[in-house]
């Protein structure tokens, strides 16, 4: 089974408001990322959380990591019509080899 | 972009079929790998490459072999297709800077239909 459950599975909101989604997760990582992948195209790295890491920021973008809860938020903040895609989380493990496991992903749509 | 490149990027074949997929990376990254992309399932892990000829299972191997016979090729063989098999597949790369694991690259996807 997956380790990463990504909530919501779809989110539609307006530019301009900001856009939250969530990811829990089963087992003990050693870190965790959030990936986009625009329709039919390859995934592309956004953020990288570590296990003792807490919050993180780039850009537009605000990542959170609660390891007692195992969960993590992204907040697209002033989200933009290009916003649109899907979003993923992904956990790594300690000594697992750089090995990446995926959550389903959360469909946004940002309306213009 | 990272220099990854899978080949072919669109392949039908019919069941019972060999079927080998290629990525090629120019970025001398240690670990490679395979995920299939399926509506509902996010991306799973098939196989995994952490060095020349060290490999292992993911998520999803059966049916699924692989192998890396140079730093910058990781083959994906469907050793003989089944419909269940029709997917996107997608190589990823990565390395592990000073012990510490880093993002995956990802390349532009296969789609395989097996008919």
């Known amino acids: 089974s997956q380790q990463g459950e990504e909530d919501p599975q779809a989110l539609s909101i307006q530019e301009g408001e900001n856009a939250t989604m969530n990811c829990s997760y089963k087992?003990?990582?050693?870190?965790l990322q959030w990936y986009r992948q625009n329709s039919g195209r390859g995934l592309v790295h956004l953020i990288l959380?570590?296990?003792?890491?807490r919050e993180k920021h780039s850009g537009r973008l605000r990542v959170t990591l609660d390891t007692s809860k195992k969960s993590s938020s992204l907040l697209i903040t002033a989200s933009r019509a290009a916003d649109t895609a899907s979003y993923f989380c992904?956990?790594?493990?300690?000594?697992?080899?750089?090995?990446?496991?995926f959550g389903a992903g959360t469909r946004l749509a940002v309306h213009p | 972009d990272a220099g990854i490149t899978q080949s072919p990027r669109h392949k039908v074949t019919e069941t019972g079929t060999p079927v080998t997929l290629r990525c090629h990376q120019t970025?001398?990254?240690?670990?490679m790998y395979w995920y299939r992309q399926d509506p509902g399932h996010g991306l799973r892990l098939i196989h995994y490459?952490?060095?020349?000829?060290?490999?292992d299972k993911g998520e999803v191997s059966d049916g699924y072999s692989v192998s890396r016979s140079k730093t910058e090729d990781f083959l994906l063989t469907l050793e003989s297709a089944t419909s269940s098999q029709t997917s996107v597949y997608f190589c990823?790369?990565?390395?592990?800077?000073?012990?510490?694991?880093?993002?995956?690259?990802f390349g532009q996807g296969t789609r395989l239909t097996v008919v």
């Open positions: 990823a790369i990565s390395e592990n800077e000073r012990g510490r694991d880093t993002e995956a690259f």
């Open positions: 087992t003990s990582i050693n870190n």
């Open positions: 959380i570590r296990s003792n890491e």
């Open positions: 992904a956990t790594g493990f300690s000594g697992g080899y750089n090995k990446l496991i």
């Open positions: 970025e001398n990254h240690r670990y």
């Open positions: 490459s952490y060095g020349v000829k060290d490999t």
